[in-house]
C-alpha cells in the first residue's frame, strides 16, 4: 500500500497509517532500503529509523545486517497481524467517510428530502 499521493489537506495519514505501509513495504520483501522504507510511509529517511526502531522495540520487526547497505527487514507473526488489523481499521472508516459524504451530499442536493408523489405527467400527442 502506498501513501495518499494526491493534494490532500484534510486527509493527512496517520501514525498508523505510516505504520501500515512500513509494514506492508516490508512484507513485499525484507530487501527493501530505508529510503524506500521512508517513500512507501511518506516521511523523510531519517524519520524512518524512529518507525523501524519502534517496531523493532514492539516486537513487530526483527531486523539483521550490519550496516544500512545489508539490512534486512523481516516481518514477525505480530508484525503481520498488525498490518491487517489496521487495514480492517482503516477500510472501515474509509467505507464510514463515504457512506456519511454520500449521506450528506444527498441531502445537499435535495435528493433526500423529495417524497415520492405523482409521477410526472406524461406528453399528449396531439
Known amino acids: 500500500m502506498t501513501m495518499l499521493t494526491g493534494s ?25 532500503s530505508q529510503r ?3 517513500r512507501a510511509a511518506g516521511v523523510s529517511a531519517t524519520m524512518i ?3 523501524v526502531d519502534d517496531l523493532v522495540g514492539r516486537g513487530l520487526l526483527e531486523v539483521t545486517g550490519d550496516t544500512n547497505r545489508t539490512y534486512r527487514y523481516h516481518l514477525t ?3 503481520r497481524a498488525r498490518h ?12 464510514e467517510l463515504y457512506a456519511q459524504l454520500k449521506h450528506d451530499l444527498r441531502a445537499a442536493s435535495g ?6 408523489g405523482p409521477a410526472a405527467p406524461e406528453a399528449q400527442s396531439a
Open 8 to 32: 490532500f489537506q484534510l486527509l493527512k495519514p496517520s501514525r498508523e497509517c505510516r505504520e501500515m505501509a512500513v509494514l506492508a513495504e516490508i512484507g513485499k520483501g525484507d530487501a527493501v
Open 36 to 38: 524506500g522504507l521512508a
Open 49 to 51: 529509523n524512529a518507525y
Open 77 to 79: 507473526d505480530a508484525g
Open 84 to 95: 491487517e488489523e489496521i487495514f480492517r481499521q482503516l477500510s472501515r472508516e474509509v467505507f
Open 111 to 116: 435528493e433526500g428530502n423529495q417524497e415520492s
